[in-house]
């Protein structure tokens, strides 16, 4: 009984453990690929709701849009469609991305079934890159399902694949570990909600989704060059248009420096089993 104990009582310990002690080598890949694919099924099997409910509303973004303000723009609705459904697809990648992992782990925490994934052998980069990566994987599914719905409308043909692959998969990750550290640090759904609605939805919107950051009072266009997912957004579009509002180069260096530090903020988390040990 006091080995049963001692295992319950320190269920995240093995976030911790070396790596001589373990019998599945320098990486627990079984392990790894486990988590991964409770990531994916846990979002695939209630894809109404987290995979076509994006692509509907991404849709009900365009036509509202174009209705709203094509015909007062340079190059009328065509010129304007193909403008915005990359910022689209983003905003798409962002927002699920987030959402996946945030509630992962939040409903994990709140059911108690936060044990299940902590007391396997599983370090802490593996528990890191398995909720990463399913947030990343729905992120992109979304972004392939609005790329195909949104290309009846004028989706165009990537002119830099580099820049849509880059910042497509740098958005991912970098909402994926935001999500992730949301739902280690909420102790309950308002807090959680509260992360989503005062700090992704007015980043995501006021970073150049639906607008060329030229359009807005030079003072707004410096204090925008501070949002980092104007990067994501500029550099994205960038990839299908060929054209940006700001330097791509540095939106791939700051996109990479801000991904690199929440990874390790990420990974010091999960070792110390902050919020999630009892």
Same mark, same amino acid.
């Given at each position: 009984?006091?080995?049963?104990?001692?295992?319950?009582?320190?269920?995240?310990?093995?976030?911790?453990?070396?790596?001589?002690?373990?019998?599945?080598?320098?990486?627990?890949?079984?392990?790894?690929?486990?988590?991964?694919?409770?990531?994916?099924?846990?979002?695939?099997?209630?894809?109404?709701?987290?995979?076509?409910?994006?692509?509907?509303?991404?849709?009900?973004?365009?036509?509202?849009?174009?209705?709203?303000?094509?015909?007062?723009?340079?190059?009328?609705?065509?010129?304007?469609i193909t403008f915005l459904i990359p910022g689209l697809i983003m905003l798409g990648i962002l927002?699920?991305?987030?959402?996946?992992?945030?509630?992962?782990?939040?409903?994990?925490?709140?059911?108690?079934?936060?044990?299940?994934?902590?007391?396997?052998?599983?370090?802490?980069?593996?528990?890191?890159?398995?909720?990463?990566? #399913?947030?990343?994987?729905? @992120?992109?599914? *979304?972004?392939?399902?609005?790329? !195909?719905? &949104?290309?009846?409308?004028? +989706?165009?043909?990537?002119?830099?694949?580099?820049?849509?692959?880059?910042?497509?998969?740098?958005?991912?990750?970098?909402?994926?570990?935001?999500?992730?550290?949301?739902?280690?640090?909420?102790?309950?759904?308002?807090?959680?909600?509260?992360?989503?609605?005062?700090?992704?939805?007015?980043?995501?919107?006021?970073?150049?989704?639906?607008?060329?950051?030229?359009?807005?009072?030079?003072?707004?266009?410096?204090?925008?060059?501070?949002?980092?997912?104007f990067y994501l957004i500029d550099g994205f579009r960038f990839g299908f248009l060929g054209t940006?509002? #700001?330097?791509?180069?540095? @939106?791939?260096? *700051?996109?990479?420096?801000?991904? !690199?530090? &929440?990874?390790?903020?990420? +990974?010091?988390?999960?070792?110390?089993?902050?919020?999630?040990?009892?």
């Open positions: 009984m006091n080995d049963i104990s001692d295992t319950l009582n320190h269920a995240g310990a093995n976030a911790g453990l070396p790596s001589q002690t373990r019998r599945f080598g320098r990486v627990n890949w079984m392990g790894l690929w486990t988590l991964y694919t409770k990531e994916v099924k846990r979002f695939w099997r209630v894809g109404p709701q987290t995979l076509l409910a994006p692509v509907v509303s991404n849709l009900l973004y365009l036509t509202v849009f174009v209705f709203a303000f094509a015909e007062n723009r340079a190059g009328g609705a065509d010129g304007f927002n699920n991305s987030s959402a996946n992992s945030s509630s992962s782990m939040m409903t994990g925490k709140m059911m108690g079934s936060i044990i299940d994934v902590l007391m396997p052998p599983l370090s802490h980069v593996e528990l890191a890159l398995g909720y990463i990566f #399913g947030a990343a994987t729905r @992120g992109f599914c *979304v972004a392939v399902f609005t790329a !195909i719905v &949104l290309s009846i409308f004028g +989706l165009t043909w990537p002119m830099h694949w580099w820049a849509v692959l880059y910042f497509g998969v740098s958005a991912a990750l970098m909402l994926g570990m935001v999500g992730l550290l949301s739902g280690i640090w909420a102790e309950k759904f308002d807090q959680l909600a509260v992360v989503n609605q005062f700090v992704i939805l007015p980043l995501s919107f006021l970073s150049g989704t639906f607008y060329s950051i030229t359009v807005l009072p030079e003072i707004w266009q410096k204090i925008i060059l501070f949002n980092p997912l940006s509002d #700001g330097h791509v180069m540095t @939106g791939v260096i *700051v996109s990479a420096v801000i991904n !690199i530090i &929440l990874f390790l903020v990420c +990974l010091r988390v999960l070792k110390s089993g902050w919020r999630l040990k009892a």
